[in-house]
């Protein structure tokens, strides 16, 4: 089974800036796809960004332009780099891998925008 573990979380102002970070373990088959969805405060779940063994990138509209997804495969870990945040990114964010088997997702964690 794949476990992943997610940080860097918070409570941050509008304008500024977090990175997320998920390690992957446990996993017997090659991972492809990582990447993040997140669910804000009374709406549904949305895709944010993804990224692919070969490092092929994509970004929800929402945030085109402001995140960017990262990974090192030697390290089976996925960043996600967001900048200029708003308060419409407040969400929890959770962390998924695809492999044969199935999609995994990591615990989840809180990013606040607010002032």
């Known amino acids: 089974q794949v476990q992943l573990v997610e940080s860097g979380g918070g409570l941050v102002q509008p304008g500024g800036t977090l990175r997320l970070s998920c390690a992957a373990s446990?996993?017997?088959?090659?991972?492809?796809?990582m990447g993040w969805y997140r669910q804000g405060p009374g709406k549904e779940r949305e895709w944010v960004a993804q990224?692919?063994?070969?490092?092929?990138?994509g970004y929800a509209d929402s945030v085109q332009g402001r995140f960017t997804i990262s990974r090192d495969n030697a390290k089976n870990t996925v960043d996600l780099q967001m900048n200029s945040l708003k308060p419409e990114d407040t969400a929890v964010y959770y962390c998924?891998?695809?492999?044969?088997?199935?999609?995994?997702w990591g615990q989840g964690t809180q990013v606040t925008v607010s002032s």
């Open positions: 990224i692919t063994r070969d490092k092929t990138t």
């Open positions: 446990g996993s017997k088959f090659r991972i492809n796809a």
């Open positions: 998924f891998a695809n492999d044969i088997t199935g999609t995994y």
